[in-house]
């Protein structure tokens, strides 16, 4: 995925006390900055902490930041101890203005609508399964196939991606929600999973849905002029299981399945993966990375109000006005009980921007600004959560705090191995089934066999997803 640097936009207008108040997310940057970092020289002669020195040597020549260098914030927010972001959006609050945008996201200006409803579509069917590199000649590629299913509650096509565990095996299912953009191939085939050989080799099934992009992978109240029909909690706990458990005669065998259900996420998909483990006993074990898993605090509002808007659509549409019971409900910081015996993976960076970060974005002010926001409430955000699993019992919860990083695909990309296999040891493990296939449609192409399950399997040629994924735009 290419990096897009937008440019920022003044949004929402509203009128506070008999004014107008017109605020950027340059300007909340801005004031969060010179709220949050003290001088470099008060910093050091305090003792409060120090600069990374790989922030003081970027591989890229920096570029500027409203006049300020990249380097110069790189160093800033490695200073002193930062106001919280929701602090700071609570501030805002006060004062009437806590509508904007996000700076390198989209405002959804000329968004063209996601697929509308088909009134001929009543029923969940699967309707075609294909490979989904059908030019590789790997083995461990003719597991992946992409499934075009109906759903009778959304009355429209998805493209689902699966990828089967290796032949031999009933293993548990695993979703993967991807972040803001719902990317079709997903980010799991781009490589943030099945470009891993150590995740190629797991028993597990993994299923990516695609084409709910901004939706929070929620059910909406109303429908979206933009976004269109969006009920993917329906989609994904009562229609999806059913298909995959039918599969397409003649074409592809269904699922081998163990019974056993988990839920990774990413951005959006995280905070999407979490809800839907505390809330669906069909879940066993669920892993968020750089979510926000709050909706009702400011912190968490902001997030949710800002996906949706990133492709143009209106949260009113999904959860009514602020505060609604729907608003409520999707709260997992607030009530997380039904996370109780269940296993838990959370990560998160912390949004300092060190030389990694400027080494791939430094001539990108937009990312770094994006991610170091986004990244930075994610960690406070997760941090909430942490807290609040503290007084559930039997949760089995795994936390890893990255010291630098931003909202982007090199933060995340690291994490689906742990996050994975902090599922997969909360669920029942994979068993023997006798068959020589894991019956995807690319093994009755190729006539491959048993054997793409043998170790340190191919990262694939011609047409496989390769390599450690691309590096998109932050926001995912």
């Given at each position: 995925?290419?990096?897009q640097?937008?440019?920022?936009?003044?949004v929402?207008s509203r009128?506070?006390?008999?004014r107008?108040?017109?605020?950027?997310t340059?300007?909340?940057a801005?004031?969060?900055?010179?709220m949050?970092?003290?001088?470099?020289?008060?910093a050091q002669?305090?003792?409060q902490?120090?600069?990374?020195?790989g922030?003081?040597?970027?591989?890229?020549?920096?570029?500027s930041l409203?006049?300020?260098?990249?380097?110069?914030?790189?160093?800033?927010?490695?200073?002193g101890?930062?106001?919280?972001?929701?602090?700071m959006l609570?501030s805002l609050?006060?004062v009437?203005?806590t509508e904007?945008d996000?700076?390198?996201?989209?405002?959804?200006t000329g968004?063209?609508?996601?697929?509308?409803?088909?009134?001929s579509?009543?029923?969940?069917?699967v309707?075609?399964?294909?490979?989904?590199?059908?030019?590789?000649?790997?083995?461990v590629?003719?597991?992946a196939e992409v499934?075009?299913?109906?759903?009778?509650?959304?009355?429209?096509e998805?493209?689902?991606?699966?990828?089967?565990?290796?032949?031999g095996?009933?293993?548990?299912n695993?979703?993967?929600?991807d972040?803001?953009?719902?990317?079709?191939p997903s980010?799991?085939?781009?490589?943030m999973?099945?470009?891993d050989?150590?995740?190629?080799?797991?028993?597990v099934?993994?299923?990516?849905?695609?084409?709910?992009?901004?939706s929070?992978w929620?059910?909406?109240?109303?429908d979206?002029p933009i976004?269109?029909?969006?009920?993917?909690?329906?989609?994904?706990?009562?229609?999806?299981?059913g298909?995959?458990?039918?599969g397409?005669?003649?074409?592809?065998?269904?699922?081998?399945h163990?019974?056993?259900w988990?839920?990774?996420?990413?951005?959006m998909g995280?905070?999407?993966?979490?809800?839907?483990?505390n809330?669906?006993?069909m879940f066993?074990?669920?892993?968020?990375v750089?979510?926000a898993?709050s909706?009702?605090d400011e912190?968490?509002?902001?997030y949710?109000?800002l996906?949706?808007a990133?492709?143009?659509g209106?949260a009113t549409?999904?959860w009514g006005p602020?505060?609604s019971?729907?608003w409520?409900?999707h709260?997992t910081?607030?009530?997380p009980?039904?996370l109780?015996?269940?296993?838990v993976y959370?990560?998160?960076a912390?949004?300092?921007?060190g030389?990694?970060?400027l080494?791939r974005?430094?001539s990108?002010e937009?990312v770094l600004?994006?991610?170091h926001i986004?990244e930075?409430?994610?960690?406070?955000?997760?941090r909430a959560?942490?807290a609040?699993?503290?007084s559930?019992?039997g949760v089995?919860?795994?936390t890893?705090?990255?010291p630098?990083?931003i909202?982007?695909?090199?933060?995340?990309?690291?994490?689906?191995?742990?996050?994975t296999?902090?599922?997969?040891?909360?669920?029942?493990?994979?068993t023997?089934?006798?068959k020589?296939?894991?019956?995807?449609?690319g093994?009755?192409a190729g006539g491959?066999?048993?054997?793409?399950?043998s170790?340190?399997?191919?990262?694939?040629?011609?047409?496989?997803?390769g390599?450690?994924?691309?590096?998109?735009?932050?926001?995912?």
């Amino acid at each position: 995925m290419s990096i897009q640097s937008p440019s920022i936009r003044g949004v929402n207008s509203r009128p506070v006390a008999g004014r107008t108040t017109r605020v950027t997310t340059a300007a909340v940057a801005a004031v969060a900055l010179a709220m949050s970092v003290p001088s470099v020289a008060a910093a050091q002669s305090a003792g409060q902490s120090s600069l990374d020195p790989g922030s003081l040597a970027p591989s890229v020549a920096p570029g500027s930041l409203f006049g300020a260098p990249s380097l110069s914030i790189a160093a800033s927010t490695q200073i002193g101890a930062p106001i919280p972001l929701t602090a700071m959006l609570g501030s805002l609050a006060a004062v009437g203005s806590t509508e904007f945008d996000r700076p390198g996201g989209s405002s959804g200006t000329g968004a063209t609508p996601v697929a509308g409803r088909d009134p001929s579509i009543t029923d969940s069917t699967v309707r075609d399964i294909a490979p989904l590199w059908p030019a590789s000649t790997a083995d461990v590629d003719r597991r992946a196939e992409v499934w075009t299913v109906t759903s009778a509650s959304m009355q429209r096509e998805v493209r689902v991606e699966v990828y089967r565990a290796p032949a031999g095996v009933d293993a548990p299912n695993m979703y993967f929600l991807d972040g803001v953009g719902s990317e079709s191939p997903s980010g799991w085939s781009g490589g943030m999973g099945w470009g891993d050989p150590e995740i190629r080799n797991r028993h597990v099934n993994v299923i990516a849905p695609t084409g709910g992009p901004s939706s929070m992978w929620a059910d909406w109240a109303e429908d979206d002029p933009i976004l269109g029909r969006n009920k993917w909690e329906t989609f994904l706990t009562q229609e999806l299981p059913g298909l995959l458990k039918v599969g397409l005669d003649g074409v592809s065998e269904p699922l081998p399945h163990n019974g056993s259900w988990g839920v990774l996420g990413v951005s959006m998909g995280a905070s999407s993966a979490l809800h839907l483990a505390n809330t669906f006993d069909m879940f066993g074990a669920a892993a968020g990375v750089s979510g926000a898993y709050s909706t009702t605090d400011e912190l968490g509002y902001q997030y949710a109000r800002l996906t949706v808007a990133a492709r143009g659509g209106d949260a009113t549409n999904m959860w009514g006005p602020r505060g609604s019971q729907l608003w409520q409900d999707h709260d997992t910081v607030a009530d997380p009980s039904g996370l109780a015996g269940k296993s838990v993976y959370l990560s998160a960076a912390t949004g300092l921007v060190g030389s990694s970060e400027l080494g791939r974005f430094g001539s990108n002010e937009m990312v770094l600004l994006d991610g170091h926001i986004l990244e930075k409430g994610s960690y406070e955000s997760t941090r909430a959560l942490e807290a609040a699993l503290a007084s559930v019992s039997g949760v089995d919860l795994k936390t890893t705090y990255i010291p630098t990083g931003i909202h982007n695909w090199p933060v995340f990309v690291p994490q689906m191995l742990p996050g994975t296999d902090h599922i997969l040891a909360g669920l029942k493990p994979a068993t023997r089934n006798g068959k020589q296939t894991s019956g995807a449609v690319g093994e009755r192409a190729g006539g491959s066999s048993a054997s793409s399950a043998s170790p340190g399997g191919s990262l694939g040629s011609s047409g496989s997803a390769g390599g450690t994924g691309s590096l998109g735009s932050s926001g995912s």
